[in-house]
C-alpha cells in the first residue's frame, strides 16, 4: 500500500520538486499552492484548473489533511481556540485573537516542550513531539478557512483575509522543531500561499542563541525573545535553557539579529511573578541589562496553575514595573488576560490531560474540560507590537 504524501507538508520548492516527479511544469505547482493555501481546497476534483490526467493522478498519491480538531470554543469577544489533535492522545491549542484592524493566530510548534519553564504549564507536561510542516501550517490553514466559512466570506485571494498576523507563541519551543518551524514560515510568507509580510509574523523563542541566528539568515521574521529575568541567576531558575545560553549571549544574539529582522526592536517578553522577578531593582537591572539592545517589552500578567506554586503580580505592582521601564525610555505595554478565574491557561487545557491514562480516556476527559472551561480564555487575549 501506497502512503499518500500529505500535501501540506511541501514548502513551495518542495512541491515544485513534487510536481516534477509527476511529470508537471513549476507553474502547475503554483496552481496548486494557490489551490491548497488560498482556497483552502482538499478535494482535487474542485481544482478545475488542472487537467482532469493530473488530479486523478494526485488521487492516487496524495492528500491535503490538516489535523482534526477535538473542539473549538469562541469566547463573547470573539476569541476563538480550537483544540488540535495531533496524535497518540497529544493535543495542541491554537488561539484566533480578533481586534479591530487586524486578526492574530497564536500557534503551536510542538506538543510539550522540552525547556520546561518554571511558569509554564506546556514545559510541566514534558516534551511530547515535534509537530509536522502540516501540522504547523493546518492551523492557519484549518483556522483561516475556518473563520471565513462561519462569517460567510468566500475563499480564494479576493476574500477578506481573516487572519492578518501570526505569532508562534502557544505550545512549544518553535526554535526547537526548527526546520518544520522555517518551512511553515515561508509558507505564511510565499505570495502564492498567505502572502503574509515578515513584520506581520512573529516568532516567540525562550532563547535558543545558535537557532536565533540561524534564523536570521532562513527567514528573518519579527522576534520576540521570552526575557522573564535580569540576571542570569534568577533566569536559570525561571528558564533553565539560560544555564546553556546566558544573557550576555542572548543579548548579543538579539543584537545580530536585528541587522536581518523586518523591525528594528525585539519584543521582550516578561511575565510577571508575585516576589520573583517583579520588584523596582528588577525592572532598573533590566534597563541596565538591553541598554545596546533596540526593544519593547511586554509583560505578562503570570497566568497561574495549581502545580507552579507562583502567583500574579498585582496590577499596582505591574503598573509600578511598567513605568520604571517607561521613564528608562523604553516602550512598554502590558498584556491583557481575562478568564483568571478558570484554568484554561497558557497549554493548561492540553496539559491537564496529559497524563498517564489510556489515549481514549485522554480523548474524552479532554472533551469534557472544553465543555467546562471553553467560553473562558486563559492567556492570550491582546497582542501587541
Ligand atoms: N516557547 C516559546 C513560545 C511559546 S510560550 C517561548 O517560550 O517564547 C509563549 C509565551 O507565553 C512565552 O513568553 C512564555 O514565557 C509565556 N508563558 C508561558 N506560560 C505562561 C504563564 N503561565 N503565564 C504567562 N505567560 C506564560
Ligand atoms: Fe517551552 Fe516556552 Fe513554555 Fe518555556 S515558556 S516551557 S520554552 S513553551
Not at 504524501?5 to 520538486?17: F, K
Not at 518544520?180 to 512573529?202: C, E, F, Q, W
Not at 474540560?369 to 487575549?381: A, D, S
Request: hydrophobic fraction near 40%.
Amino acid at each position: 500500500m501506497t502512503t499518500l504524501t500529505n500535501l501540506l507538508d511541501l514548502d513551495p520548492a518542495q512541491l515544485i520538486a513534487y510536481c516534477g516527479e509527476l511529470g508537471e511544469k513549476p507553474f502547475r505547482a503554483k496552481q496548486l499552492q494557490r489551490w491548497i493555501h488560498q482556497f483552502g481546497a482538499s478535494d482535487f476534483d474542485a481544482m478545475t484548473d488542472l487537467a482532469k490526467s493530473l488530479r486523478d493522478k494526485l488521487k492516487t498519491r496524495a492528500m491535503i489533511a490538516a489535523p482534526a480538531v477535538i473542539s473549538d470554543h469562541t469566547s463573547s469577544d470573539g476569541t476563538r481556540k480550537w483544540l488540535i489533535d495531533v496524535g497518540q492522545g497529544n493535543a495542541v491549542e491554537t488561539v484566533f485573537i480578533p481586534e479591530e484592524n487586524r486578526g492574530t493566530l497564536c500557534i503551536s510548534t510542538q506538543a510539550g516542550c522540552a525547556v520546561n519553564c518554571r511558569f509554564c504549564s506546556t514545559g510541566k507536561q514534558g516534551f511530547n513531539r515535534n509537530l509536522s510542516v502540516g501540522e504547523i501550517i493546518g492551523q492557519l490553514w484549518m483556522a483561516e478557512f475556518e473563520l471565513r466559512r462561519t462569517k460567510g466570506i468566500e475563499p480564494g485571494p479576493k476574500g477578506e483575509r481573516q487572519i492578518t498576523n501570526v505569532v508562534m507563541m502557544g505550545m512549544g519551543e518553535p526554535l526547537l522543531n526548527y526546520e518544520p518551524t522555517v518551512t511553515a514560515l515561508k509558507l505564511m510568507l510565499d505570495d502564492n500561499a498567505y502572502g503574509l509580510s515578515r513584520r506581520r509574523v512573529t516568532l516567540s523563542t525562550s532563547g535558543v542563541v545558535p537557532m536565533i541566528d540561524k534564523l536570521s539568515q532562513d527567514c528573518a521574521v519579527a522576534l520576540a525573545v521570552s526575557l522573564h529575568a535580569s540576571n542570569d541567576a534568577l533566569r536559570d531558575g525561571l528558564v533553565p535553557l539560560n544555564k546553556k545560553y546566558p544573557l550576555k549571549e542572548l543579548m548579543a544574539a538579539c543584537k545580530r539579529y536585528l541587522e536581518f529582522a523586518p523591525r528594528d526592536f525585539v519584543t521582550f517578553e516578561y511575565c510577571m511573578l508575585d516576589g520573583v522577578n517583579d520588584t523596582d531593582q528588577h525592572a532598573r537591572e533590566l534597563l541596565a541589562l538591553v541598554q545596546n539592545v533596540p526593544c519593547k517589552f511586554n509583560l505578562i500578567p503570570f497566568n497561574p496553575f495549581p502545580e507552579s506554586g507562583l502567583t500574579r503580580s498585582n496590577n499596582s505592582r505591574i503598573k509600578a514595573f511598567a513605568q520604571v521601564l517607561m521613564d528608562g525610555g523604553i516602550v512598554t505595554t502590558v498584556r491583557k488576560t481575562r478568564g483568571d478565574d478558570i484554568d484554561a491557561a497558557c497549554g493548561q487545557l492540553a496539559g491537564e490531560v496529559q497524563d498517564r491514562t489510556r489515549v481514549q480516556d485522554r480523548m474524552k476527559k479532554m472533551a469534557e474540560y472544553q465543555e467546562k472551561f471553553g467560553k473562558n480564555f486563559g492567556r492570550i487575549v491582546e497582542i501587541s507590537s
